[in-house]
Nanobody
Framework: QVQLVESGGGLVQAGGSLRLSCAAS????????MGWFRQAPGKEREFVAA????????YYTDSVKGRFTISRDNGKNTLSLEMNSLRPEDTAVYFC??????????????????WGQGTQVTVSS
C-alpha cells in the first residue's frame, strides 16, 4: 500500500533552517505530483508547496515563496522541503502528500490522495 514517511522536523529558532524529507513507497512515485501541506494548532490544513512529476515546475503558497524549496528524487522515491528564514508562524505539523489524480496540483486537501503521518516543526521567537 501507499506509504509516505516524513522526517526532519524539530525545534528551531526564528531565522533558522530545517530540511524535511519524505520516503515514498507502494506506488509509482515518479508519475505523481507530490506536495507538502501543513496544519497549525486550531487552523485548517493548508497547501505549502508542490512539484511536478518531472521536477521542472514548482508551486508555493505566497507566504513561503523565496524561503522554502521543494525538490524530489524520482530515482530514490524521496521528496524534500528545504525551509529557510523560518518564522514562528511556520510552526505546524507538515505532511507529505501524493495527489489524488497523478497530474493534479494539490492546492487543497480534497485534491490529495495520500498523506504521511506528519512531522512537527516548531519555530521559537
Amino acid at each position: 500500500q501507499v506509504q509516505l514517511v516524513e522526517s526532519g522536523g524539530g525545534l528551531v529558532q526564528a531565522g533558522g533552517s530545517l530540511r524535511l524529507s519524505c520516503a515514498a513507497s507502494g506506488f509509482a512515485f515518479g508519475t505523481y505530483v507530490m506536495g507538502w501541506f501543513r496544519q497549525a494548532p486550531g487552523k485548517e490544513r493548508e497547501f505549502v508547496a508542490a512539484i511536478s512529476r518531472s521536477p521542472d515546475y514548482t508551486y508555493y503558497t505566497d507566504s513561503v515563496k523565496g524561503r522554502f524549496t521543494i525538490s524530489r528524487d524520482n530515482g530514490k522515491n524521496t521528496l524534500s522541503l528545504e525551509m529557510n528564514s523560518l518564522r514562528p508562524e511556520d510552526t505546524a505539523v507538515y505532511f507529505c502528500t501524493a495527489s489524488r489524480i497523478p497530474s493534479l496540483i494539490p492546492r487543497s486537501p480534497s485534491m490529495v490522495g495520500s498523506w504521511g503521518q506528519g512531522t512537527q516543526v516548531t519555530v521559537s521567537s
